[in-house]
């Protein structure tokens, strides 16, 4: 079965740190950009960042650079996503899911393989 | 954001409706479109990449085209099913990021 399945959400106080985990199978995960896409109560969709197949490549979003890092464990097919320096604006549901777009990379032959986790939620409040 | 949609589209059932992406010469006039589809209390899906391929499963309703600093997405033989809200993406080569447009509500009345 063709699966993300997110964890690792939850509350915590602006400044406070959390890591989201991404576990994924059924389909063949280093082949694929991998990305974190969050929306906010009441807003639309917000790109966080991406990683290249290999993991040597990464892109952030201006709100998050600085303070979160995407990585991935090709032998573990997993993506995770540590959040440091949290703000209340950072309060969202959180996706990962394959990267469609090549940008800012060489080459990525993307065919078409959409998945995403169910969502995790990190409310970040005091 | 860098990539502007109308807020709002409606039309009637079997109706076609076209959602319209605008952006600019850094990001739409240089890079593919894609198109999501964000259902309340789902993951969104994706309905169109690279301007206009569809992924596997995607209904053939659904059709999506770019030109110059423009895309726009057709839903053909509009549904009820089909009620949700529609975000086109792209990259923008200035910002080195993955932009979100600002969203448009499709609405079957």
């Known amino acids: 079965q063709v699966q993300l399945v997110e964890s690792g959400g939850g509350l915590v106080n602006p400044g406070g740190s959390l890591r989201l985990s991404c576990a994924a199978s059924?389909?063949?995960?280093?082949?694929?950009?991998m990305s974190w896409i969050r929306q906010a109560p009441g807003k639309g969709l917000e790109w966080v960042s991406y990683?290249?197949?290999?993991?040597?490549?990464?892109y952030y979003a201006d709100s998050v650079k600085g303070r979160f890092t995407i990585s991935r464990d090709n032998g573990k097919n997993s993506l995770s996503l540590q959040m440091n320096s949290l703000r209340v604006e950072d309060t969202a549901v959180y996706y990962c899911?394959?990267?469609?777009?090549?940008?800012?990379?060489?080459?990525?032959?993307?065919?078409?393989?959409?998945?995403w986790g169910q969502g995790t939620t990190v409310t970040v409040s005091s | 954001s860098v990539v502007t949609q109308p807020p709002s589209a409606s039309g009637t059932p079997g109706q076609r409706v076209t959602i319209s992406c605008s952006g600019s010469s850094s990001n739409i006039g240089s890079n593919y479109v894609y198109w999501y589809q964000l259902l309340p209390g789902t993951a969104p899906k994706l309905l169109i990449y690279n301007n206009n391929q569809r992924p596997s499963g995607v209904p053939d309703r659904f059709s999506g085209s770019k030109s110059g600093t423009s895309g726009s997405l057709a839903i053909s033989g509009l549904r009820s099913e089909d009620e949700a809200d529609y975000y086109c993406a792209t990259w923008d080569d200035s910002l080195t990021a993955y932009v979100f447009g600002t969203g448009t509500k499709v609405t079957v009345l």
């Open positions: 990683v290249s197949a290999s993991g040597v490549t990464t």
């Open positions: 059924g389909f063949s995960f280093s082949d694929y950009y």
């Open positions: 899911a394959t990267h469609p777009d090549g940008g800012g990379t060489t080459y990525y032959n993307y065919d078409g393989m959409d998945v």
